[in-house]
């Protein structure tokens, strides 16, 4: 069993920064692939970023260069700095734990609204 907290979202105006923080409890944290989700109004969920316990990162085309996914496996956290913000950004973003042999062990946390606007 993983539990997870984010936290980190709020109001920022287009052109800022924000970093988002997943903090995980539970057992077995480093061996699960860590992933950023968002969901926009009126819009369904997306992946945004995703690292593996190798630290691989993965991300959706639109925040390729400006978001940047990290894992800190002592402190059982994973982060999202995002830059260079836009409108487009706003969403609730959700933190996910996959078990990368196991369907099934995949964890949410409650989600942090991300607004983005002047």
């Known amino acids: 069993q993983v539990q997870l907290v984010e936290s980190g979202g709020g109001l920022v105006q287009p052109g800022g920064s924000l970093r988002l923080s997943c903090a995980a409890s539970g057992s077995s944290f480093s061996i699960y692939t860590m992933g950023w989700y968002r969901q926009g109004p009126g819009k369904q969920r997306e992946l945004v970023a995703k690292?593996?316990?190798?630290?691989?990162?993965t991300y959706v085309d639109s925040v390729k260069g400006r978001f940047t996914i990290s894992r800190d496996n002592v402190k059982k956290t994973v982060y999202l700095q995002m830059n260079s913000l836009k409108p487009e950004d706003t969403a609730v973003y959700y933190c996910?734990?996959?078990?990368?042999?196991?369907?099934?062990?995949?964890?949410w946390g409650q989600g942090t609204q991300v607004t983005v606007s002047s």
């Open positions: 690292i593996t316990r190798g630290d691989t990162p």
């Open positions: 996910n734990a996959q078990h990368p042999m196991v369907t099934e062990l995949s964890y």
